[in-house]
């Protein structure tokens, strides 16, 4: 196999995993995977709002996930840990299928479109784009786009910090498509400059300070070693005699 095909069939791998938890996990609040190749197998992260339907009672419905990846995906020895979403609003999938849920329910696209982009931007995202296509009030199909705050679509920022997701939702007049791109708030930036409002002082190096005698000080010296001087001529008088 060349290198050129096995990245294609692990990136179709990967694609057909995502869907397949997507659909087995949705009443988990599904957010997404990691999939990481150890030594010792294959370590597998599912991210989900409610990690308890993931688990399972004593870890029933995990086990079960764990031998159906093995089986029928051919992945060698999973090792699957759960890691629950600190904020929804923040995860493309969440926002995805809640905002496919809204229109399953029969709430209008504007309306629901506009309330999850302002939950999202709520949340603290810096910028978020979602757009909803599919027969949305005629019988010609078209998509209708809702944006807010800034959002970079290439680039270096895009790739590293963009969450992206796709979610497909089965209406009346035929099936929906929705993208959701969100730009989360520790993002950055090249061409975003921070100038600094005042230039840090330099520590000064510490002197010894060294004080200069006082004269009463002085005073004293000269007369002690007057009066040892004194005595010693004293001394060297007596021993002569």
């Given at each position: 196999?060349?290198i050129?095909k096995?990245?294609?069939?692990?990136?179709?791998?990967r694609?057909?995993?995502?869907?397949?938890?997507?659909?087995?996990?949705?009443?988990?609040?599904?957010?997404?995977?990691?999939?990481?190749?150890?030594?010792?197998?294959t370590?597998?992260?599912?991210?989900?709002?409610?990690?308890?339907?993931v688990?399972g009672?004593g870890?029933?419905?995990?086990?079960?996930?764990a031998?159906?990846?093995?089986?029928k995906?051919?992945?060698?020895n999973?090792q699957i840990?759960?890691?629950?979403?600190?904020?929804?609003?923040?995860?493309?999938?969440v926002?995805g299928?809640k905002?496919?849920?809204?229109l399953?329910?029969?709430v209008?696209f504007r309306?629901?479109?506009?309330?999850?982009l302002?939950?999202?931007m709520?949340?603290?995202?810096?910028?978020?784009e979602?757009?909803?296509?599919?027969?949305l009030?005629?019988?010609?199909?078209?998509?209708?786009?809702?944006?807010?705050?800034?959002l970079q679509?290439?680039?270096e920022?895009?790739?590293?910090?963009?969450?992206?997701?796709?979610?497909?939702?089965?209406?009346k007049?035929?099936m929906?498509?929705i993208?959701?791109?969100?730009m989360?708030p520790?993002?950055q930036?090249?061409?975003?400059?921070?100038?600094?409002?005042?230039?840090?002082?330099?520590?000064?190096?510490l002197?010894?300070k060294t004080e200069?005698?006082s004269?009463e000080?002085?005073?004293?010296e000269?007369?002690?070693?007057?009066?040892?001087?004194d005595?010693?001529?004293d001394?060297k008088?007596?021993?002569?005699?």
């Open positions: 196999m060349s050129v096995h990245f294609v069939v692990e990136s179709i791998k694609t057909e995993i995502d869907e397949f938890l997507q659909n087995k996990l949705e009443r988990a609040g599904y957010g997404g995977v990691n999939i990481s190749k150890t030594p010792l197998g370590h597998i992260v599912i991210y989900a709002m409610r990690p308890g339907l688990i009672r870890g029933e419905t995990i086990r079960e996930l031998s159906v990846l093995e089986e995906f051919q992945v060698p999973p840990s759960v890691s629950e979403i600190e904020i929804p609003e923040l995860n493309a999938y926002v299928t905002l496919a849920s809204a399953q329910r029969g209008h309306r629901a479109g506009f309330w999850a302002n939950q999202v709520e949340a603290g995202a810096l910028g978020a979602i757009v909803i296509s599919g027969k009030r005629t019988e010609r199909a078209r998509y209708e786009k809702f944006k807010g705050g800034y679509k290439c680039g920022p895009a790739l590293r910090y963009l969450r992206k997701a796709e979610v497909h939702v089965q209406l007049p035929g929906f498509g993208r959701v791109r969100i989360p520790d993002a930036f090249p061409d975003k400059i921070k100038i600094a409002e005042a230039i840090p002082k330099e520590e000064e190096p002197e010894e200069a005698p004269i000080e002085t005073k004293d000269t007369e002690e070693t007057g009066q040892a001087a005595s010693a001529s001394e008088k007596e021993d002569a005699k």
